[in-house]
């Protein structure tokens, strides 16, 4: 599993796993439990490069990120480890 550090949002930290650029695993920790459990599964078993695609970008309310964009960058943070 992957680690990523959240910052400007509830959700402290998001685990999740990527095999063969496939996204097959995502957690996160606190933040909206229903909305991240949906996020979570929605993009389960999509390619990495859709789940950016889908998800960047995307604010909560006044902040300039949400659960979804730092997700976002997670995953792109490790597209530039490869």
């Not at 991240?36 to 006044?62: F, H, N, T, Y």
Request: aromatic share 4%; with cysteine; charged share 30%.
């Amino acid at each position: 599993m992957n680690t990523y550090i959240t910052s400007g949002v509830c959700a402290r930290k998001i685990e999740f796993l990527v095999e063969e650029g496939i996204v097959k695993k995502i957690q996160f920790q606190s933040g909206c439990s229903g909305n991240l459990q949906g996020v979570s599964r929605l993009a389960e078993g999509m390619k990495v490069e859709e789940v950016i695609s889908k998800l960047k970008g995307i604010k909560c309310g006044d902040k300039n990120t949400s659960c979804p964009d730092q997700l976002a960058k997670a995953l792109e943070e490790l597209k530039g480890k490869e």
